[in-house]
């Protein structure tokens, strides 16, 4: 047993024994260890060095090692609790934890809170400490680009428009962040959105989860 451990913590940078975390995070011993084996694709997927870098972490998300993603690129930092540019193994499944349907509400309200705040300042592209409605149309623009999604400039407008005005409820042309929650908070769906039901039961889940595509040999 101890040569197994040994051996694991030589593959995966941040090894943490999975009865460790299982008894930090919602998980249970077997799914810290199918989380494992899912960490190790993905941590291998690109660069080959059992951590996961953002590129890596894109590809997980989008199918697609090149596709940028502003708001992923915040939830990347959230992982990264050390701050170092990589996501270690027990960054991983401690972070996982706030998707699991177990983990406690109020923490799934930390979370959200959290990302309105990550969210809040993505919008508040020149820093000022509030959202100006050039700046959400820019964000608006941004998100359509993303999804490659085109619209006439009069939708466009109309969007904007029906969405500061709903937002900026003390009339000033700008929106705060308090404003900027309280928007947010009308679509309580966004805590049922943090649950991934299927970490219930990850074991069964696992194989569909974990399906990566084959990355092309660029020749580079």
């Given at each position: ?41 993905l941590s291998n997927s690109i660069i ?93 623009l941004a998100l359509l680009h993303e ?44 805590i049922k959105n943090i649950t991934l ?24």
């Open positions: 047993m101890g040569c197994a451990s040994s051996k694991r913590s030589k593959q995966l940078h941040g090894y943490e024994d999975p009865s460790v975390l299982a008894a930090e995070t919602p998980f249970t011993v077997s799914e810290v260890e199918s989380l494992e084996e899912l960490y190790k694709k080959a060095d059992g951590l996961i870098h953002k590129e890596e972490f894109h590809l997980a998300l989008f199918k697609n090692r090149n596709q940028r993603n502003l708001f992923a690129d915040r939830v990347f930092d959230l992982f990264d609790l050390k701050r170092n540019g990589v996501i270690e193994f027990g960054e991983f499944v401690r972070s996982l934890g706030i998707f699991h349907p177990n983990a406690p509400v109020a923490d799934k309200i930390a979370f959200v809170q959290i990302l309105l705040a990550v969210a809040f300042k993505l919008y508040d592209l020149r820093q000022t400490g509030f959202i100006e409605r050039e700046e959400l149309k820019e964000m608006v999804s490659e999604l085109v619209l006439s400039e009069d939708i466009v407008e109309m969007i904007v428009d029906k969405t500061f005005s709903e937002a900026d409820t003390k009339g000033d042309g700008k929106i705060d962040l308090e404003e900027w929650k309280a928007f947010v908070s009308k679509y309580p769906s966004l039901p299927y970490l219930k039961d990850i074991s069964v889940a696992f194989p569909s989860f974990v399906d990566l595509p084959e990355i092309e040999d660029s020749g580079c």
